[in-house]
């Protein structure tokens, strides 16, 4: 275990609730977690999904595309989103879904509009119809492979980071957090570090420096996100606050060379080391704050009784939770911001309860939110909760947001 794992599931990946009663289906169910960056897919029971680009190439132009995107036609946004749809069905999982039905995990953030956009297109286009959706609000389903219903959810996307609390199964969502602080702008450190501190080595041995056009053609070919996963880390707070000071001498650190074309990106250790930084700078300000911060500001916000269960029971999930060193120095600026910033005097006597969730033996900090959708897929709620074509034309083929079925079935209940 390691060291900053203070606590972690003592239950199996597999096991639910026992409350819930399985049903057996002759077909699968197929469980789709749309991400900004990647969309995991795979069939309910599944330990493991097929993790794909959210991107398809165009047929038309011959370019590639992202799934969503800002200033497009809603034409051109289905169109994509059918071909992508097709890509998925019927080149990585091989199956019709006209007699299955479909899990869609979401985030509580997720737009309306798509949400709607992907109905409609399941719904209408004869190539799939399929019998029933069900859309799942993602943070809740991060707790299902931890067999947990109280947990501080902190979900570091590509576009934004979003915390969500969530106590007894139940959502807090006037206490939710979001930063922009995401790895979309891990990327962005890493372009501006290697343009100034980087080089490029060509075949002759001569060096030169990496320009703007160097940067475009890197993101294209996502080498930037190859060195943000292969090469990056978070170092120690005492030494990563001398990098934000501008006070650590770089001159001894190694420098990694990554194959680019036929030439050599050198990327020394400034920018290995720095990048990370941008998630742990503290700011005051409420557009700007780091994750440590977004943590105890949450915490903050949460009833007296509930602070405590709350910090001890954190669940960092995302790609960028994977980095070495990322949880041990999380903790560590946790805890010097409860000792140290007057902003959370009142939180100091908490910081020995301050505990992680892990799990050493599979990387679910990747996939979690789509293994609790394969879990969940396994059970009744699947037949119960699900949107069937005939009601969503009852509804003027309208999708209901999930927090309306929660107030249904609260109602349903003291009814009865």
Same mark, same amino acid.
């Given at each position: 275990?390691?060291?900053?794992?203070?606590?972690?599931?003592? =239950?199996?990946?597999?096991?639910?609730? =026992?409350?819930?009663?399985?049903?057996?289906?002759?077909?699968?169910?197929?469980?789709?977690?749309?991400?900004?960056?990647?969309?995991?897919?795979?069939?309910?029971? %599944?330990?493991?999904?097929?993790?794909?680009?959210? /991107?398809?190439?165009?047929?038309?132009?011959? +370019? !590639?595309?992202?799934?969503?995107?800002?200033?497009?036609?809603?034409?051109?946004?289905?169109?994509? &989103?059918?071909?992508?749809?097709?890509?998925?069905?019927?080149?990585?999982? &091989?199956?019709?879904?006209?007699?299955?039905?479909?899990?869609?995990?979401?985030?509580? @953030?997720?737009? #309306?509009?798509?949400?709607?956009?992907?109905?409609?297109?399941?719904? /209408?286009?004869?190539t799939f119809s399929p019998?029933?959706?069900?859309?799942?609000?993602?943070?809740?389903?991060?707790?299902?492979?931890?067999?947990?219903?109280?947990?501080?959810?902190?979900?570091?996307?590509?576009?934004?980071?979003?915390?969500?609390?969530?106590?007894?199964?139940? #959502?807090?969502?006037?206490?939710?957090?979001?930063?922009?602080?995401?790895?979309?702008?891990?990327?962005?450190?890493?372009?501006?570090?290697?343009?100034?501190?980087?080089?490029?080595?060509?075949?002759?041995?001569?060096?030169?420096?990496?320009? +703007?056009?160097?940067?475009? @053609?890197?993101?294209?070919?996502?080498?930037? +996100?190859?060195?943000?996963?292969?090469?990056?880390?978070?170092?120690?707070?005492?030494?990563?606050?001398?990098?934000?000071? %501008?006070?650590?001498?770089?001159?001894?650190?190694?420098?990694?060379?990554?194959?680019?074309?036929? /030439?050599?990106?050198?990327?020394?250790? $400034? !920018?290995?080391?720095?990048?990370?930084?941008?998630?742990?700078? =503290?700011?005051?300000?409420? %557009?700007?704050? =780091?994750?440590?911060? &977004?943590?105890?500001?949450?915490?903050?916000? @949460?009833?007296?009784?509930?602070?405590?269960?709350? $910090?001890?029971?954190?669940? !960092? !999930?995302?790609? *960028?939770?994977?980095?070495?060193?990322?949880?041990?120095?999380?903790?560590?600026?946790?805890?010097?911001?409860?000792?140290?910033d007057e902003r959370y005097?009142? @939180?100091?006597?908490?910081?020995?309860?301050?505990?992680?969730?892990?799990?050493?033996?599979?990387?679910?900090?990747?996939?979690?939110?789509?293994?609790?959708?394969?879990?969940?897929? *396994?059970?009744?709620?699947?037949?119960?909760k699900s949107l069937t074509?005939?009601?969503?034309?009852?509804?003027?083929?309208?999708?209901?947001?999930?927090?309306?079925?929660?107030?249904?079935?609260? #109602?349903? /209940?003291?009814?009865?």
């Amino acid at each position: 275990m390691l060291p900053y794992a203070s606590q972690r599931s003592n =239950s199996s990946m597999a096991r639910v609730d =026992s409350s819930y009663v399985p049903v057996l289906e002759s077909k699968s169910v197929v469980v789709i977690d749309f991400g900004s960056r990647y969309t995991r897919i795979g069939f309910n029971g %599944d330990f493991c999904p097929s993790i794909l680009r959210s /991107e398809i190439v165009d047929p038309e132009s011959g +370019e !590639v595309k992202p799934l969503f995107a800002d200033g497009r036609s809603e034409e051109e946004d289905r169109r994509i &989103l059918h071909l992508f749809l097709r890509k998925i069905f019927f080149k990585h999982l &091989l199956c019709s879904v006209k007699d299955r039905r479909i899990l869609i995990v979401e985030s509580i @953030l997720t737009p #309306t509009k798509n949400r709607q956009r992907i109905a409609s297109v399941l719904f /209408e286009t004869a190539t799939f119809s399929p019998p029933a959706i069900l859309f799942a609000p993602s943070h809740l389903l991060h707790t299902i492979p931890f067999s947990i219903s109280s947990a501080m959810v902190v979900d570091i996307g590509f576009t934004e980071t979003l915390l969500v609390p969530i106590y007894e199964g139940v #959502t807090m969502l006037n206490k939710y957090e979001c930063s922009p602080i995401c790895s979309k702008l891990l990327e962005e450190r890493i372009c501006v570090l290697l343009k100034k501190h980087a080089h490029i080595e060509m075949e002759n041995g001569e060096k030169r420096e990496i320009l +703007e056009d160097d940067v475009i @053609l890197l993101l294209k070919m996502n080498v930037i +996100e190859d060195i943000a996963v292969r090469l990056c880390f978070a170092t120690k707070m005492e030494r990563g606050n001398m990098i934000q000071e %501008d006070n650590v001498d770089f001159e001894m650190a190694i420098a990694c060379p990554v194959g680019f074309l036929k /030439e050599m990106i050198v990327v020394p250790g $400034i !920018v290995r080391e720095s990048a990370a930084e941008i998630f742990f700078k =503290s700011s005051h300000c409420d %557009d700007d704050r =780091s994750i440590p911060e &977004l943590i105890l500001d949450s915490i903050t916000k @949460l009833p007296i009784d509930m602070r405590r269960p709350m $910090i001890s029971h954190i669940a !960092v !999930v995302g790609g *960028s939770a994977r980095m070495p060193g990322f949880l041990a120095r999380l903790k560590s600026e946790i805890t010097r911001l409860l000792q140290e910033d007057e902003r959370y005097n009142f @939180l100091r006597k908490l910081a020995d309860s301050l505990k992680f969730y892990v799990y050493s033996e599979a990387p679910v900090e990747l996939y979690g939110a789509w293994l609790g959708g394969s879990l969940l897929a *396994s059970v009744d709620i699947m037949q119960t909760k699900s949107l069937t074509r005939e009601e969503w034309l009852k509804k003027n083929k309208t999708v209901p947001d999930w927090t309306e079925k929660i107030d249904e079935y609260f #109602t349903f /209940e003291k009814e009865n």
